[in-house]
């Protein structure tokens, strides 16, 4: 079974620069994820998906930060412009549901802002 | 907010047992514990979780006492291989509006298993 997959592994860019990445979850995997994680921290929960629609975004800096899921399948995760302090692993991971089901992580997306 | 803590750092010898601690002395009764573990560069994985009843799997055993606040994650025969940051973590329930739950982390337990 393929895992979720990230692209692309690795982004340096300047701030102020706009950036996205991009998720393929499982297949049939309802609930998507994208996480922050800052170097020495657990994953931050930024934006959760069932199928297509948002069920909590509580966490997304709604300013800079945009994400979407279109046809419940892929999802981008965009950061307008970007600042230093978006420096992080963006990690993407699915789940069958989003109850109790165990989620999946791909291996995430290390942003550098320079 | 992550309703679990766990110790910081902890150092297992090589073939020895290693056992995790976590409290979440706020937790309800219908919310499960799972564990996850990072290994350095990658995504979090799954290891196990419970409700009330000890579980044990291929990866490892959780033991959860009987007033569920607190449990023990343990790794039987520790390898280098198991050198990672481990997550305790409670299933936290959505508002009704939706029928989803989160997923949150904690800074976990930073696991050094030493030759």
């Known amino acids: 079974e393929a895992g979720v997959a990230q692209s692309p592994r690795y982004k340096i860019i300047e701030k102020r620069q706009s950036v996205a990445f991009w998720c393929n979850p499982i297949s049939g995997h309802a609930t998507l994820y994208w996480y922050q994680q800052i170097l020495g921290q657990g994953p931050k929960l930024l934006i959760q998906?069932?199928?297509?629609?948002?069920?909590?975004d509580s966490q997304l800096p709604k300013d800079r930060f945009s994400a979407e899921r279109l046809k419940g399948v892929d999802s981008t995760l965009k950061i307008q412009p970007a600042k230093l302090e978006d420096s992080a692993v963006y990690l993407c991971?699915?789940?069958?549901?989003?109850?109790?089901?165990?989620?999946?992580f791909g291996q995430g997306t290390r942003l550098t802002v320079v | 907010d992550a309703k679990t803590t766990q110790p910081t750092s902890m150092d297992c010898a090589e073939g020895r047992a290693a056992n995790l601690p976590c409290n979440h002395s706020?937790?309800?009764?219908?919310?499960?514990v799972y564990w996850y573990r990072q290994i350095h560069s990658q995504g979090p994985q799954y290891i196990i979780h419970?409700?009330?009843n000890n579980e044990t799997n291929e990866m490892a055993s959780l033991i959860i006492t009987e007033d569920r606040k607190s449990s023990t994650l343990i790794l039987p025969h520790a390898t280098l291989r198991d050198t990672a940051v481990y997550y305790c973590i409670v299933r936290v329930l959505m508002p009704l509006k939706t029928s989803y739950d989160k997923v949150i982390f904690g800074p976990g337990t930073s696991l050094s298993v030493i030759p």
């Open positions: 991971a699915s789940s069958l549901n989003g109850r109790g089901a165990e989620a999946f």
């Open positions: 706020t937790i309800s009764g219908n919310e499960y």
């Open positions: 419970g409700l009330k």
């Open positions: 998906f069932q199928n297509n629609g948002v069920v909590d």
